[in-house]
């Protein structure tokens, strides 16, 4: 996301900008009015807030809360400031956390207290992509034992929608990607079947109708590619697959598809942060990585300090990493 954004092709990338929005952190002082934090808590930043008061806290339909968005998506404080500067000159936030900082200013709805025996070196993943990922499977899709579930995109979300699809006890799991190198790590994760789109000469989704019987009953697209979105809706089952959409396109893009396809019982859905409400539900992630429901290590590739935050980005753009963790100073 963070690179989506610094590709200029996100609609809300406002600039200067201190990126992130996968971490931990620990509180250092708490402004006028904070009455759930205190220094020392552990926490981790939230760019999906919850104020709790707002229509959607409320509504009980979405994890969607809209009490800082205004001012999130023009890279500002909910007061309207930037607590960032350079040289006199405003730098904006990102997100509402702007973690590749040592320090950062989050509002108070922004931040999931946890347990402070987490090692915020391995949770910080639960800030985005494996929380997304998981989420998706229980809280979006609601996939059940025996349902047939396919992924496309075996990056970190991807990966963590594999992770939820075990626990949710898929019957099969179909991991897609055009990099087979991705392969032996979706397997350990529990994907059953690999498919490189690169092997056939017909279009994917009648590929995976093919293997499947008629269609999977959820699909994923992890990656954020608008003609993928049409091939993951497509290889879904008629009269009851859903595709869910995780990955974020780019400024203009649209998805399309024959209105037949969904006449005839599919369902396109999307997921944000994987429905999961993050002050009230994260820390619960938070205990069942700690007590090992929730794998985090092996999306875990590569630590670089800050300083040598690019050659992580390169990492991630030659495939050769899932997470890299950015660690500050000496720690």
Known sequence: ???????????????????????????????????????GDHVIPLYTAEC???KFCKSGKTNLCQAVRATQGKGLMPDGTTRFSYN????????????????TVCAEISLAKVNPQ????????????????IGAVHNTAKVKAGDTVAVFGLGGIGLAVIQGAVQAKAGRILAVDTNPEKFTLA???????????NDYDKPIQDVIVELTDGGVDFSFECIGNVNVMRAALECCHKGWGESIIIGVAGAGQEIKT?????????????SAFGGVKGRTQLPGMVEDAMNGKIRLDPFITHRLPLEQINDAF???????????VIHFGDN
Not at 258 to 270: D, E, I, K, S
Request: charged fraction near 20%.
């Open 1 to 39: 996301t963070d690179a989506f954004t610094l590709s200029g092709d996100d609609p809300e990338g406002v600039f200067p900008a201190v990126l992130g929005h996968e971490g931990g952190g620990v509180v250092v002082e708490v402004g006028e009015g904070v009455t759930s934090l205190k220094p």
């Open 118 to 133: 987490a090692p915020l070196d391995k949770v910080c993943l639960l800030g985005c992509g494996v929380t997304t990922g």
């Open 187 to 197: 397997g350990e994760m529990g994907a059953t079947d690999f498919i490189n789109p």
């Open 314 to 324: 390169e990492l991630m753009h030659q495939g050769k990493s899932i997470r890299t």
């Open 88 to 103: 006199g000159e405003p730098v904006y936030h990102y997100m509402g956390t702007s973690t590749f900082s040592e320090y």
């Open 258 to 270: 024959r209105p037949f396809q969904l006449v005839t019982g599919r369902v396109w859905r999307g």
């Open 52 to 54: 709790g008061e707002c």
